[in-house]
Each structure stands twice: as C-alpha cells, then as structure tokens.
C-alpha cells in the first residue's frame, strides 16, 4: 500500500523545513507539490538574460537569542547552504512633500539609533527602549516555543503578555517615541500586511529590533537556492518529494482523523498530515462533515494578509550609470501608516529594491534589475476588471509607479527597461493557490496574534493527525515564521510518532 509516516502538502518554506526535520528524524516521509519545482514564493524566474528573485526582499534571521528557533539554527540542523549576503542599510524610506522626510536607517544597533536620533532630535532614548524590549519578546517567544501551556505567563513572563496584548503603535506612544519617529520606525509594516495601530507588538519589535541587530541578508542565488538547500536535506535524509502533484482531497476516518490524500488521482496513506498550504483550502479539500463546524469559523473569522502588485525590470545599464543607491527604498505618500494603509487619496505605498546594490553579480554586467512591490490587500483587485482589460490594467500600474519612483528618487529607467513582467494579486492565487492572492496567510492582528494563537493551538486543534505550518501558521507570515513554524510542527508531529499517539 501507498504509505508514509508522514505526508507534507506543499513544498513551500514551512513544508520544506518541516519535511526535512521529520525526514532528518528517520521517518518515512513524502513531500507533495503541485508545481514542478519547490519553494512557494521562495522561488525565482528567468526573463531573458536576468534571473529575477520572486518574493524575498530581505531574509530576517528572526531571534537573537541562543535559546529561540531561528532561521540560521533551522538550516544548520538539517546541513542546509544558505550562502547569504548581507546589506549594510536597513532601508531609506521618503514621504515626498513639505512635511515628508528621506531618511536612510544603517544596519547595527548604533547605527540604527543613531541615524533615528539624526533624523528626529531627542528620539534616541525612546526608541532605544523600543528595541532593548525585543529581549523581552525573545524570551518570552523562546519560553512559549518549548512548553505546551504557558503557565509562566502571568509571573516571569508577564512583560511578555503586556507588551502582547497590545498594537506597536501603542507601545511605541507608550514609551515616548516622538510622531514623526514612529512614523519612520513604522516603515516595515507592509513586510507585515497590518498598519502598525492593527499590528501585534511582539511581531512588529520582533521584526524591527532582529534587523537593528543582525543584518537583512539575500541569498547568491535568490530565494530559489535556500528552496533548493531544503530539498537536498529532505533528500539527504530519505525524505521524497513529488512534483506537479497536486493535493486534491484529504481523507478522513469515521472518528474524523486525517488519515491521508488524495494526490495526482492517487490515493496516499500516512499517520500525520502536515498542511502548507492554507487551512481555507483544506477545508475545500476535505468531505464536509469531516470539517469541524469552529475550523470552518476561524478560518472566516480570520482576516486575510496582505498580497502585492510586483513589477520585476531588467534594465540596460548598471544601477551606477543610473544614478541608483539603494538596495530598498519604501516610498509612501503619507507618513501615517494608517493612512498608507488606507490609501484614499488613491495612491498605494511601494518598495523598490535594487539586488544588485547587495549582489553586483545577480544580473549581467552592465545590467541592474529592480523589483517593485506595491501594496494590495485581498479584494482590492478591481471587481468589474474583464479578461480583455488585464493587461493595460498591469501595464498602467507599471507605468503609474515607474514614475513616481523615477520622480521620487530623481533617477531614469524607463529608457533601459529590456525584460518587464507585471505580476498581481490574480498571478498570486494561481501559483500558489491562496484566496484572493493573499501571500501573508491571516494578518497578525491584535486579537489574533502569536501569543493567542499559540495558547490556542491545541485547544483549536480537534483534527486527529493533521497539523498546519507556514505563513498562515501560529507565527505569522514571512519566510522566518514560515521556516520557524515549519520546525514547530516537525517537533510536534516526532513528538506524537514517537509516543504512538
Ligand atoms: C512578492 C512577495 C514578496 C515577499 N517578500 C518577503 C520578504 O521580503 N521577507 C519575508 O520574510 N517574506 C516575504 N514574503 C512572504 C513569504 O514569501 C511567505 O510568507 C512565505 O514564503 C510563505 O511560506 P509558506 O511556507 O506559507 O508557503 P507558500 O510559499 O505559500 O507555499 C505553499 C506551497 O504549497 C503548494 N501548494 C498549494 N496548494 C497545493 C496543493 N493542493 N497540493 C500540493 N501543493 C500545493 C504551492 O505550490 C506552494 O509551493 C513575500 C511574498 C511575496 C509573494
């Protein structure tokens, strides 16, 4: 018969770090993914003479602390290459107008408060309490990683739960942090998919002080390499993995355990199910009165993440001839983040990375490439868009923020553009599946957050042998939680093998 130990859905980041440590603790174990290559949004597509990143724009390697799950931990217990390249700016962001500001924020500690000081006087002391409670948040993060129920929560951990049960924009007036400083501070949120007054604390500092302290990183050969790195582990510790094999059923017992899938036309057997992919699409997935009646409610509870409009150029000339310097540039027509986020004067906020600037080598030379991600939420496509108008759709989206940056940056690229591919929320959901393009799982609000759903888990949990791991996870998005949630589940999913459970 068709069985495993373990079957993974989806080789995106969180299914690829999880296949790997289950495989790596000697179980049978199958990884199914419906594209014929892995990694999810960790991927990366070629053009031309330019081989353009997908998704990432900068890896953050998460907790500084010793004892926490990280990124950097995750590949070295599976012998995973990451082969990393550091920038030494966290960003330059500008709010063009008379009360606008362009300020560029330099990697490192001091660095950072620096820079903030220079940028808005007398803001130093505040912001360095914002950044000395991420070792509170570490703490409390790594305590909650390694027990089931928290019960350390209302004593040694209860600036944990403080600092938890509040939004960023809180914490931040909380502590003093003049407007304007926070509004340079609360550049990231779109990395998040929440304005920061919405936003988690645990997850906004959590985020910010990693990047103050350990500097964003890009990988030699885009994301597709750390993808690639993943599946040589799982390989290399007899895990499989089928390509171009879509899940389309999951199977459940008459008690309601999950008991296996139903992929490519054929029917597989395991003992744990592992989802990558969206609880949504589970369900979808799964005979209908398999699906607890209080799963079907959190899923629609749930607010989708953010997705994007992402407009990848492959230019004639090197970032030097073109006047570039910056690897990221957050560029935004309000400096209220909730007002970005809002964006009723119809214009959406953007980043512009330029890879080159971290890795001269990742396009020809004498050539640049830049990648344009503007900010969507789920549902802002535009209802009444028709087949026929898609493509000046795109292309007048394209056009509309190649000039505000070439405006906003004082640079011209519009003359050298020789590959140009417009992706949109629609190009989401069809390669990776999820509802209305969301590429951000469940936005991390603040009754929804790390610690709620974490404390959650295994109450919520009424599946027998079916867990879940990615940006959709308990962590929230991005390639950290999805690699960090992968690893949970791993360790949840041996825990129960090993006691037979
Ligand atoms: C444009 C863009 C920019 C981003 N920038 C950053 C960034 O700078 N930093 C950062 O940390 N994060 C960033 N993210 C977010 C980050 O990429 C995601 O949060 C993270 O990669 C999600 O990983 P995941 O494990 O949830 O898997 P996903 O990437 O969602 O992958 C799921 C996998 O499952 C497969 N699949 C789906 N349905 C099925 C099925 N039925 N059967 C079999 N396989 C299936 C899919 O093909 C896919 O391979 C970005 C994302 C995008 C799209």
């Known amino acids: 018969m068709n069985t ?107 660095g950072f408060l620096d820079a903030m000081e220079a940028a808005v006087p007398g803001c130093r002391d505040s912001v360095k309490k914002l950044l000395d409670l991420n070792e509170i948040v570490d703490a ?42 926070r509004q340079i501070l ?37 994301s597709h390499y750390l993808s690639l790195s993943l599946v040589n582990a799982l390989q290399k510790y007899g895990g499989e993995i089928r390509y171009n094999t879509e899940v389309t059923k999951f199977l459940y017992n008459g008690s309601g355990a999950c008991i296996g899938v139903v992929a490519g036309g054929e029917v597989i057997y395991a003992k744990k199910i592992v989802s990558n992919i969206i609880p949504n699409n589970v369900w979808n997935r799964s005979d209908p009165k398999f699906v607890p009646a209080s799963h079907r409610k959190l899923a629609n509870a749930r607010k989708l993440g953010m997705t994007f409009v992402t407009v990848y150029l492959g230019l004639d000339a090197s970032m030097e001839e073109l006047g570039i310097r910056d690897y990221s540039v957050f560029i935004m027509n309000d400096a209220d983040p909730r007002k970005q986020f809002e964006h009723k004067d119809g214009v959406r906020t953007f980043v512009v990375n330029c890879l080159n600037k971290v890795l001269p080598e990742s396009s020809p030379a004498g050539t640049c490439t830049l990648f344009f991600t503007i900010m969507y939420m789920p549902g802002e496509m535009p209802e009444t ?62 009754w929804d957050n790390v610690v709620a759903r974490t404390v959650m888990k295994d109450l919520e949990n009424k599946v027998p042998n079916l867990y879940f791991c990615g940006g959709h996870g308990l962590r929230g998005d991005g390639y950290p939680s999805a690699y960090i949630t992968g690893a949970m589940t791993a360790r949840d999913v041996i825990k129960a093998l090993k006691e037979g459970k």
């Open 140 to 181: 409390g993060q790594a305590y909650m990683d390694s027990v089931n129920v928290p019960v350390k929560f209302f004593g040694e951990y209860a600036d944990f739960m403080r600092v938890g049960s509040h939004s960023a924009e809180e914490v931040m007036i909380d502590l003093g942090i003049p407007e304007k400083a």
């Open 385 to 446: 868009l028709r087949p026929q108008d898609y493509k000046k759709f795109k292309n007048e989206i394209a056009e509309e923020y190649i000039r505000r940056y070439e405006e906003t940056v004082g640079v011209s690229v519009r003359d050298h553009i020789e590959e140009i591919v417009v992706a949109t929320p629609v190009t989401f959901a069809r390669y990776l599946g999820t509802p209305d393009g969301a590429i951000y799982g469940y936005a991390s609000q603040t």
């Open 4 to 110: 495993y130990d373990v079957i993974v859905v989806g080789a995106g980041n969180g299914g690829l770090a999880s296949g790997a440590l289950i495989a790596k603790a000697g179980y049978k174990t199958l990884v199914l993914e419906k594209h014929n290559l892995p990694g999810g949004c960790a991927t990366s597509f070629v053009r031309g003479r330019f081989e353009f990143e997908a998704a990432l724009h900068e890896l953050c390697h998460e907790s500084t602390d010793e004892n926490a799950d990280s990124v950097r931990r995750i590949f070295e217990e599976l012998g995973a290459d990451m082969d990393l390249a550091y920038d030494d700016t966290l960003f330059r962001a500008v709010v063009p107008g008379e009360n606008g500001y362009d300020v560029t924020i330099p990697t490192g500690y001091d």
């Open 186 to 222: 609360c550049t990231y949120w779109g990395y998040l998919g929440m304005p920061t007054d919405d936003l988690n604390a645990l997850h906004y500092i959590s985020l910010l002080a990693a990047f103050a302290k350990v500097p964003p990183s890009m990988p030699h050969h885009r």
